[in-house]
């Protein structure tokens, strides 16, 4: 039919290398950037396919061979309330460890109490359970044929299972919150939010390591970590010189990582690291962040009136400044990112879609980001890019019917490139 190759096509000859493949792909699954729910097999011959004939509309010379769902059976084992970072509170199933596609998963989340509820979930329940792609494994559904006489959902806390505070439940939302300020599950989920990759990557320091600290009465706060020292990590157990040596290394290397990390290590609500990087480029220091009224962040694009309050309000609290300031005085020194107003992409909107085989998507957005350029997940007619790669669908039909340029990947990368 002379349409390209897509990626993956491949000529096999014999049932044995069909089997092969289906199986390599299989594996492979996991690492791609989109999902995918098996192959298709096609008969290339020409004559093979005459004799194999049609079905009412489809041919028998083309099969599509699905992978097995990534959902496995398995027991609720009990169900605990979580608190998270923020406060809010999260029913999350602890399971009979059970393999999907591959991964074993002992856990997955119930979301919230409106959501269980309506999904009746209840402990010791037989329950199906689903991965898809990164997300956390969630609960699909309870099989109430195998339910356990007595079972009882599981009632909404009265107190915060973890520092006993008051509970909350904010308007016009479904989560519940812990009011306390003190809250050590709060506490906690901050600073390993503070020392994760994609915020401060302090390497090496994990949960472990962080919930060690807090019970050592080492740290209460994000800024405690820059005044540990060799004695303070050889107080744990099963630490020697040398990892003692590589977490002081991680905490030292993080003083001077960019501006929008340190933004968005803060864990400032509705502040994800999008934000933190327009945050960044538009204040260019916490100095000035700090003193942004309402109405210069406002002005920024892309941020609201949820997410100017909020980073008011971060500011406006006295202890969250002070963590800042000992922080700085520690050598904390967020480096200030160039601002890419000059870049080749300033003011432009890209849409990537389809399958990409140059880079990631993750990828894209930073080219396009890095050059002054935003990166949109749909089409309209602010687009000024469509990026397209193999089997796009119907961003790049809209793309068409807009009229909005469409490049491949390579034609990107050449813009880029300049
Ligand atoms: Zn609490």
């Given at each position: 039919m002379g349409a390209a190759r897509k990626p993956f096509d491949q000529k096999v000859a014999g049932i044995d290398a069909v089997l092969a493949y289906y199986r390599e792909i299989g594996e492979t699954r996991e690492s791609l950037p989109y999902e995918i729910d098996g192959v298709v097999i096609k008969v290339d011959s020409f004559d093979l396919q005459r004799d194999l004939g049609e079905k009412t509309r489809s041919p028998r010379w083309a099969i599509a061979w699905k992978f097995p769902p990534r959902q496995a059976v398995t027991v609720v084992e009990d169900i605990v309330p979580q608190v998270g970072r923020t406060g809010v509170i999260t029913p999350v199933a602890h399971l009979k460890p059970v393999e999907v596609s591959g991964v074993m998963v002992s856990r997955a989340t119930l979301h919230n109490w409106e959501e269980m509820e309506k999904k009746d979930i209840r402990k010791g329940d037989t329950v199906v359970v689903e991965r898809a792609g990164d997300v956390i494994p969630a609960v699909v559904k309870a099989m109430t044929e195998k339910r356990l006489e007595g079972a009882e959902l599981l009632a909404v806390p009265a107190a915060c299972p973890e520092c006993g505070s008051e509970i909350v439940k904010i308007p016009g939302e479904v989560a519940i919150r812990c009011l306390g300020l003190t809250c050590p599950a709060q506490i906690r989920e901050t600073i390993i939010h503070f020392a994760s990759r994609h915020a401060m990557d302090m390497e090496g320091m994990g949960d472990k390591y962080i919930e060690q600290l807090l019970r050592l009465g080492l740290?209460?706060?994000?800024?405690d970590l820059y005044y540990l020292t060799r004695d303070d990590f050889m107080r744990f157990e099963r630490m020697g010189d040398k990892l003692a040596e590589n977490l002081l290394n991680a905490i030292e290397a993080s003083k001077h990582r960019e501006l929008s990390r340190f933004i968005y290590a803060l864990g400032i609500r509705h502040v994800g690291e999008h934000t933190a990087k327009l945050l960044a480029s538009a204040f260019g220091s916490i100095e000035h962040l700090e003193k942004a009224t309402e109405e210069e962040l406002l002005s920024?694009?892309?941020?609201g009136p949820q997410v100017a309050q909020s980073v008011r309000t971060f500011f406006r609290n006295p202890a969250n400044r002070e963590v800042i300031e000992r922080m700085f005085a520690a050598g904390v020194k967020p480096a200030v990112e160039e601002k890419r107003l000059g870049g080749r992409f300033t003011g432009k909107t890209f849409v990537f879609t389809g399958a990409l085989t140059r880079f990631t998507r993750d990828d894209a957005k930073n080219m396009v980001e890095n050059e002054g350029g935003h990166a949109a997940g749909s089409v309209s007619k602010k687009t000024d890019y469509v990026v397209a790669g193999a089997e796009a669908g119907s961003k790049l039909d809209k793309a068409r019917q807009l009229g909005v340029n469409v490049l491949t990947e390579d034609e990107f990368l050449k813009m880029l490139e300049g």
């Open positions: 740290v209460k706060n994000v800024a920024i694009r892309e941020v």
